[in-house]
């Protein structure tokens, strides 16, 4: 493999800590060497010369120059920073990482590593019936179309995804949690209702057998359909196969609106109970009623560490999320996925007067919240359009579509998700940002996407821009910072590694458990210029990744 050599660059090194001018030096995908001087240890026939100037130019007036001499990449990083390969904890990337520029999305923000399998949904195992979409229809607005190819066990998919990180044939590196929603579905099925103690075992045992095939830990969704129906006792078990094997129990929680806190205690009891360490996906507060309500949850998980929970938390910088529409109706909809969702909507019937009734009020009996009724439909935007009398719609908020089609927008709605065969997402804008500022300056908080991998149509900004609006707009000097650049740096890589079990920026602990830009990590790396980086992905405009990225290498290969 070329060695590869970054000169003179300001190497931020995810320790946390200021950069510092330094060289890089890369042999075998692997940092060899990183100081003042450091390309001196080419020794004599391994000099390259610096003509030829591409990319963008540094900040003193440099441009990237590469010149191959003798197996030696040189990169003249004078006036650029150094920094790790982003990782993202909280992706949905399972299908798309099998889809030409899938990942484009996220590599195109320094992105070298995804975690996937999050919010509990995942592409395998494959259904035994191929006629059986039910969960692959469901989990489309969010995973985007499932591959053409199958795995009978999660653990198949566990060892497909070794095999590309270690030829690199997906572009980054990808690393899967254990989606709990699949896996039930495999034993149970589609139904919403508790497992009986031996299809509880064989979840459990299927999970244990991902986890020791390389998974990083297990996916909760309890907001979606099946996980949502889970009780007690399966919870526990998917905790004690973590727990047993030190790996991380990610949860989407329940509810983050009015019953955020109960949902946080909910996985942090399983913590407790089993000795887990527990994970909250996509931190935030929701609805108007909750506004300024996150210094008290930032609070009381410092009191649940306090009192052994070992709790962390991943975050989005945005004031809107996004999901399948599927999510806007009551939780006995989704008893048989999609379908039953479909037939509870069926003009003219009892069903659809009762469900769209439902719309206005918290759902009684449930602990999900009903964000039709907490937010309105002024702050719903729909999504993921095919048919092309709908393609006016896409992006809109619903309020603005019901007025066009002068209708009741739960009528629109209703129509709408029918013809389209539930396939839409939503954009919600029901964050509190004061509060996301809030949860981001946690100790404790990483940076995860969410981002919905749609090759077509509206997307949230977050899935082009996320790591990029961290960096530019939340960390440094600026009005909204709330993390110095170093510690910024440090959570968007580094930190990320090691609270996922990932040595080295990659699945399965390779690179000898070294992190960031130090000998013996792997050389997960990207060059930007600190002059031009900006965050460009916005709501208008969500398509465009960050300007500035002037080079990116997974494991010392050249991404971009």
């Given amino acids: 493999m ?283 507060v929701t609805g108007p009623r909750n506004v300024g309500g996150m210094p008290a949850v930032v609070d009381h998980l410092d009191a649940l560490r306090r009192d052994g929970v070992d709790v962390s938390a991943d975050v989005y910088p945005y004031d809107a999320g996004s999901t399948t529409v599927a999510s806007l109706f009551p939780p006995a909809t989704a008893d048989h996925g999609v379908e039953s969702l479909l037939e509870a909507l069926r003009p003219g019937t009892l069903s659809r007067r009762q469900v769209l009734d439902g719309l206005l009020e918290p759902w009684a009996g449930s602990t999900l919240e009903n964000q039709y009724a907490a937010i309105g439909p002024a702050r719903i935007s729909l999504a ?3 048919r092309p009398e709908h393609e006016p719609f896409e992006g809109r908020p619903l309020s603005d579509i019901a007025a066009a089609v002068g209708a009741d927008p739960r009528e629109v709605l209703a129509d709408l998700v029918l013809a389209e065969r539930g396939a839409l997402t939503v954009i919600v804008f029901h964050t509190d940002l004061e509060g996301m500022r809030t949860a981001l300056a946690w100790p404790h908080a990483l940076v995860g996407s969410d981002g919905l991998p749609r090759e077509t149509g509206t997307v949230h900004p977050r899935l082009y821009g996320t790591f990029s609006r961290v960096l530019d707009v939340y960390a440094g000097s600026g009005a909204q910072a709330v993390l110095s650049r170093g510690e910024a740096v440090a959570r968007l890589s580094t930190r990320a590694s090691s609270r996922f079990g990932l040595g080295g920026g990659r699945a399965g602990g390779h690179g000898g458990g070294a992190l960031g830009i130090a000998p013996g990590a792997v050389a997960d790396l990207q060059l930007i210029d600190p002059g031009a980086y900006a965050d460009r992905a916005t709501y208008a405009t969500p398509r465009l990744g960050p300007s500035g990225l002037v080079g990116l290498w997974a494991a010392g290969r050249r991404l971009r």
């Fill in 2 to 284: 070329t060695t590869l050599v970054l000169v003179g660059g300001t190497v931020w090194d995810g320790s946390g800590g200021a950069g510092r001018v330094a060289d890089v030096v890369v042999r075998d995908g692997v940092v060899a060497a990183v100081g003042a001087g450091a390309a001196a240890l080419l020794g004599e026939g391994h000099r390259a010369s610096s003509a030829g100037a591409s990319g963008a130019s540094g900040a003193g007036g440099s441009g990237v120059a590469t010149a191959p001499a003798r197996d030696v990449e040189v990169v003249d990083a004078t006036g650029l920073d150094v920094l790790p390969g982003f990782v993202d904890v909280h992706a949905h990337d399972d299908a798309a990482l099998f889809r030409p520029g899938g990942v484009d999305p996220k590599t195109g923000q320094g992105v070298t590593t995804t975690v996937v399998g999050n919010c509990g949904q995942g592409v395998a195992p494959s259904a035994s019936d191929p006629a059986d979409r039910s969960l692959a229809d469901y989990s489309r607005p969010v995973l985007g179309e499932f591959p053409r190819r199958t795995w009978p066990t999660f653990a198949d998919y566990v060892r497909t995804l070794a095999e590309g990180d270690a030829d690199g044939r997906y572009g980054l590196h990808a690393a899967t949690l254990v989606p709990h929603a699949p896996l039930r579905a495999a034993v149970v099925g589609f139904e919403r209702r508790p497992a009986d103690p031996a299809e509880r075992s064989r979840i459990a045992a299927s999970i244990g057998e991902a986890l020791d095939a390389g998974a990083l830990g297990v996916s909760l969704g309890l907001m979606y359909a099946p996980g949502d129906a889970a009780d007690r006792p399966e919870l526990v078990a998917l905790a004690r196969e973590c727990a047993v094997r030190g790996k991380l129990l990610v949860a989407h929680v329940r509810n983050e609106a009015d019953g955020l806190r109960a949902s946080v205690d909910e996985l942090a009891s399983l913590g407790r109970e089993t000795g887990a360490a527990v994970h909250v996906s996509h931190l935030k």
């Fill in 384 to 386: 993921g359009f095919t």
